[in-house]
């Protein structure tokens, strides 16, 4: 008798190790969800036109993020302004920063050119939608 329940209890263990092995998948899926670093499902540009604030706020030469609108904004030359979605094209993710002229994405490391929209680094391969950008009356308009 104690082969038939040492068998029963080894099967048991396996039981519990696949189990534990898919909670674990899981969490790991969920680590690379997008749910805390998306918009969710909002589109990733803008369906009105939406107020970002000061065009001060962008420096000539340089570029904001404006992550709340799933925007980044740049200054090429004082008075012009580009426009692009913050929205990763892998696997929607918003930007979370620019550096040295270079929009990351947090989840899967994708580089962007806040300039031009362009990818410096997979695993994205299609660039930054562009966003139309307007100032008026020294306030940022997208959309």
Same mark, same amino acid.
């Given at each position: 008798?104690?082969?038939?329940?040492?068998?029963?209890?080894?099967?048991?263990?396996?039981?519990?190790?696949?189990?534990?092995?898919?909670?674990?998948?899981?969490?790991?899926?969920?680590?690379?969800?997008?749910? &805390?670093?998306?918009?969710?499902?909002?589109?990733? &540009?803008?369906?009105?036109?939406?107020?970002?604030?000061?065009?001060?706020?962008?420096?000539?030469?340089?570029?904001?993020?404006?992550?709340?609108?799933?925007?980044?904004?740049?200054?090429?030359?004082?008075?012009?302004?580009?426009?692009?979605?913050?929205?990763?094209?892998?696997?929607?993710?918003?930007?979370?920063?620019?550096?040295?002229?270079?929009?990351?994405?947090?989840?899967?490391?994708?580089?962007?050119?806040?300039?031009?929209?362009?990818?410096?680094?997979?695993?994205?391969?299609?660039?930054?939608?562009?966003?139309?950008?307007?100032?008026?009356?020294?306030?940022?308009?997208?959309?």
């Amino acid at each position: 008798m104690p082969a038939p329940q040492s068998a029963a209890r080894r099967t048991v263990l396996k039981g519990a190790a696949a189990l534990a092995g898919a909670a674990g998948a899981g969490v790991t899926l969920a680590a690379c969800s997008t749910e &805390t670093n998306s918009g969710g499902n909002t589109p990733a &540009t803008p369906t009105a036109p939406v107020e970002l604030g000061a065009a001060a706020d962008v420096p000539v030469g340089g570029a904001k993020l404006y992550r709340e609108q799933k925007l980044i904004v740049s200054c090429p030359a004082e008075g012009r302004y580009t426009a692009f979605s913050a929205q990763c094209t892998h696997a929607g993710c918003v930007l979370d920063k620019i550096v040295e002229g270079q929009g990351n994405c947090p989840c899967h490391g994708s580089r962007f050119d806040v300039a031009t929209g362009k990818v410096l680094r997979g695993p994205a391969s299609a660039p930054l939608p562009a966003v139309p950008v307007r100032a008026e009356n020294g306030k940022l308009i997208a959309g």
